[in-house]
Structure formats: structure tokens, C-alpha cells
T-cell receptor, first 112, second 112 residues
């Protein structure tokens, strides 16, 4: 699995967009980009995934650069409940089994 | 509530004792994963099952650890002769599709 690099922490004002960057410069063509988050004292929660195209669901948007070397997770209107550690994972699920390899993640603090 | 349950939620034991944790996945999910998380770190993969077959084990899973999924439904993770270094949150996840894993709330183990 390609290594991912994320800033250790970020702050965001409530109601504003939170943009969380992830660098995955060694990503291979078969590797998807996944985002999970973990609210304190809970298990991780799946947010979104993508391969090449930008993706959007009810939780967030995922923007992947054309060269696929980096991506950004966007929470359009952050709330206090979005305070969590956000993990970016690059994974070839078809050839490397289902396990997820988590890094340190970004600790997002949403402030009133 | 993701639909994945774990029992117990908390376990305190003395060094050298055996402990067993249970995970009940979402009923139709054929894949089940175990992860371990220590304070300030992301979850680390331990092992995973597809139905009742254990398909992959991490090097973290020493001889003192054993996992089973006898009928392809619930799973147990046993730690024999616990050590203080085993203190961690043990997370279970299940999946049906290849992409999204649903995590349980975890079992927090404290070894005194």
C-alpha cells in the first residue's frame, strides 16, 4: 500500500468548510483513496473513497488531483460533531486483501 | 450504532490471565477484521476472516493470540498469558462489499 502523509492537526471554525489534505505521491494505478474518521472513544467510521474521479456523498466530497498524488477531503459545513481524527488510506483492495493500514491521521478540531 | 457489536466493552485483568473478546458482525457480512489500537496511534491490523476461513494474520498476532470464527458469523479473539503491553483497544470490523468496513465500538483491555 502506498504511504500517505497528513498534517497532524487542523482547526476549523464551525459552519465553515474543512479541507483536509493527504499526500500519496507513490500511489499505484490500482490503489483507491479511502477516508475514515474516528471520533473520540468510538470505532472508525467510513466516509468516502475514490480512484480517479472526484466523489461526493452525504458526508463529504473527495477531490483527487489529476496525477493522483494527493487528495483533499472536504466537509462543506463543519459542525462540532465533526471533531475527530481523519485517516487517509491508499489501498489496492483487489490485490492486497481487505485490511486497512492506518497512519497517524489528522486531528481536526472544529471550534465554535 | 453501526450494527457491529463487541463484548465486553471494557476488561481489566491481571498479567498472566487469559481473556476472550467477542465480535458480532452485521449479519450478512462475510468478512470480519480485528484491529488493535494503542493510545495516540491509528488502528493496527491483526487478522481477518472471509466466512469461517482465517485468510491473513499480522506479525503482531503472536502465539498468545488466537482468533476464531467457527460458523462464519460471530468471532472471538483470545489472548493467553496477558502482558501489560497487550493493553489497548481491540476493534472489530465487518464488510460485505470490498470498500466499506463497519467498525464496532471496541473492547478496551487494561492489563495490570
Amino acid at each position: 500500500d502506498a504511504k500517505t502523509t497528513q498534517p497532524p492537526s487542523m482547526d476549523c471554525a464551525e459552519g465553515r468548510a474543512a479541507n483536509l489534505p493527504c499526500n500519496h505521491s507513490t500511489i499505484s494505478g490500482n490503489e483507491y483513496v479511502y477516508w475514515y474518521r474516528q471520533i473520540h472513544s468510538q470505532g472508525p467510521q467510513y466516509i468516502i473513497h475514490g480512484l480517479k474521479n472526484n466523489e461526493t456523498n452525504e458526508m463529504a466530497s473527495l477531490i483527487i488531483t489529476e496525477d493522483r498524488k494527493s487528495s483533499t477531503l472536504i466537509l462543506p459545513h463543519a459542525t462540532l460533531r465533526d471533531t475527530a481524527v481523519y485517516y487517509c488510506i491508499a489501498k489496492d483492495i483487489y490485490n492486497q486483501g481487505g485490511k486497512l493500514i492506518f497512519g497517524q491521521g489528522t486531528e481536526l478540531s472544529v471550534k465554535p | 450504532d453501526t450494527g457491529v457489536s463487541q463484548d465486553p466493552r471494557h476488561k481489566i485483568t491481571k498479567r498472566g490471565q487469559n481473556v476472550t473478546f467477542r465480535c458480532d458482525p452485521i449479519s450478512e457480512h462475510n468478512r470480519l477484521y480485528w484491529y488493535r489500537q494503542t493510545l495516540g496511534q491509528g488502528p493496527e491490523f491483526l487478522t481477518y476472516f472471509q466466512n469461517e476461513a482465517q485468510l491473513e494474520k499480522s506479525r503482531l498476532l503472536s502465539d498468545r493470540f488466537s482468533a476464531e470464527r467457527p460458523k462464519g458469523s460471530f468471532s472471538t479473539l483470545e489472548i493467553q498469558r496477558t502482558e501489560q503491553g497487550d493493553s489497548a483497544m481491540y476493534l472489530c470490523a465487518s464488510s460485505l462489499a470490498l470498500h466499506e468496513q463497519f467498525f464496532g465500538p471496541g473492547t478496551r483491555l487494561t492489563v495490570l
